[in-house]
T-cell receptor, first 115, second 113 residues
Framework: KAGVTQTPRYLIKTRGQQVTLSCSPI?????VSWYQQTPGQGLQFLFE???????NKGNFPGRFSGRQFSNSRSEMNVSTLELGDSALYLC??????????????FGPGTRLTVL | QKEVEQNSGPLSVPEGAIASLNCTYS??????FFWYRQYSGKSPELIMF????GDKEDGRFTAQLNKASQYVSLLIRDSQPSDSATYLC?????????????FGSGTRLSIRP
C-alpha cells in the first residue's frame, strides 16, 4: 500500500506571496490532518479534513486554509506569507472513523522557507 | 500547564540497556495514546498506540499507561544506536477540542555505543 505523499518537498517563497501544498493520503483513508513543525514550537495542529469537510481546526490565523477533494487528496494554502511561516509542513493520513481512527501516518513533509 | 508534557532530554542510554521515556497529560478524560519516533530531518513514524490501562508490548517496545496518574511511558529494551531519535507522545483528548491529537514537544534519545 502506498504511503502518504506530499508535494512539493521543498519550497522557497518571499514575504507576501502565497503558497499551496498538496497531500495524497493512504488509499482508503478519509481523514487528512495538517501540522506545522518548527524547532521552537514543536508539532502544531493546523486543521483536519474528513470527507471534504473541515472537522477540526487549530489556533492559526485565517491566512492558513485548506480543502479536501472527493478522492481525499488535500491542499493547504497559506496567503500573505510571513517570515515566521518558515517551517516543515506535515500532512497525516488516518482512517478517520471508529476504531483506530486516530492512528496517523505522516507524509515526508514540505519544507517551506520564506525569505 | 501544557496539555502533554515530555522531558526534552537529551536522554543518553548505553547500547543494550533499557530506555525509559515518559509523558504526562492534563486531560483526565483522554482516551488514546500514541508514541511516534522522528529521526532528524524525517517525518514522525507511529510506533506504538495504547488505549487501555496497563502494558502493551510490541517487539522491543513496551507502552505503559496509567490513567489514574495520567502518564504514559515507552520502554525500549536492548537499545540500539538506530533507536537514537526524538520520541513524540501524542494524546487524544477526551473533551471536544479543536485539536484532535495533541503532541508533546518530544524527548531526544541518544544511544551511545
Amino acid at each position: 500500500k502506498a504511503g502518504v505523499t506530499q508535494t512539493p518537498r521543498y519550497l522557497i517563497k518571499t514575504r507576501g506571496q502565497q503558497v499551496t501544498l498538496s497531500c495524497s493520503p493512504i488509499s482508503g483513508h478519509r481523514s487528512v490532518s495538517w501540522y506545522q513543525q518548527t524547532p521552537g514550537q514543536g508539532l502544531q495542529f493546523l486543521f483536519e479534513y474528513f470527507s471534504e469537510t473541515q472537522r477540526n481546526k487549530g489556533n492559526f490565523p485565517g491566512r492558513f486554509s485548506g480543502r479536501q477533494f472527493s478522492n481525499s487528496r488535500s491542499e493547504m494554502n497559506v496567503s500573505t506569507l510571513e517570515l515566521g511561516d518558515s517551517a516543515l509542513y506535515l500532512c497525516a493520513s488516518s482512517p478517520g472513523t471508529s476504531g483506530r481512527a486516530y492512528e496517523q501516518f505522516f507524509g515526508p513533509g514540505t519544507r517551506l522557507t520564506v525569505l | 500547564q501544557k496539555e502533554v508534557e515530555q522531558n526534552s532530554g537529551p536522554l543518553s542510554v548505553p547500547e543494550g540497556a533499557i530506555a525509559s521515556l515518559n509523558c504526562t497529560y492534563s486531560d483526565r478524560g483522554s482516551q488514546s495514546f500514541f508514541w511516534y519516533r522522528q529521526y532528524s530531518g524525517k517525518s514522525p513514524e507511529l510506533i506504538m498506540f495504547i488505549y487501555s490501562n496497563g502494558d502493551k508490548e510490541d517487539g522491543r517496545f513496551t507502552a505503559q499507561l496509567n490513567k489514574a496518574s495520567q502518564y504514559v511511558s515507552l520502554l525500549i529494551r536492548d537499545s540500539q544506536p538506530s533507536d537514537s531519535a526524538t520520541y513524540l507522545c501524542a494524546v487524544e483528548p477526551g473533551y471536544s477540542s479543536a485539536s484532535k491529537i495533541i503532541f508533546g514537544s518530544g524527548t531526544r534519545l541518544s544511544i551511545r555505543p
